[in-house]
Nanobody
Framework: QVQLVESGGGLVQAGGSLRLSCAASLSIGINSDMGWYRQAPGKQRDLVATITGGGSTRYADSVKGRFTISRDNAKNTVYLQMNSLKPEDTGVYYC???????????????WGQGTQVTVSS
């Protein structure tokens, strides 16, 4: 069973940077897509960034140009480099990994426990 463990969250001033890491206990698989989601109190969990097994990335409009998602399949780890942080980036960040079949349907989904990111003004 795959378990995802996030790290790298914390408190940072606006304009600062953080790098989140998500390490899988077992091999995720290079054909899986992985992503980061965040959730503010009382709000829905929204997609921040995702990366496919082929390396294609997608970002929420609010983080484009500031955040970069990457993955190291050899280390079974996905990263989120966050630069020029804003107070609106505050929230709990969750790592996600999906295994899909050849038709694109999710056959296995994994979630991390979440890591808190707080950006002060």
């Amino acid at each position: 069973q795959v378990q995802l463990v996030e790290s790298g969250g914390g408190l940072v001033q606006a304009g600062g940077s953080l790098r989140l890491s998500c390490a899988a206990s077992l091999s995720i698989g290079i054909n899986s897509d992985m992503g980061w989601y965040r959730q503010a109190p009382g709000k829905q969990r929204d997609l921040v960034a995702t990366i496919t097994g082929g390396g294609s990335t997608r970002y929420a409009d609010s983080v484009k140009g500031r955040f970069t998602i990457s993955r190291d399949n050899a280390k079974n780890t996905v990263y989120l480099q966050m630069n020029s942080l804003k107070p609106e980036d505050t929230g709990v960040y969750y790592c996600n990994a999906n295994r899909r079949d050849t038709l694109g349907y999710v056959i296995s989904a994994y979630w991390g426990q979440g890591t808190q990111v707080t950006v002060s003004s």
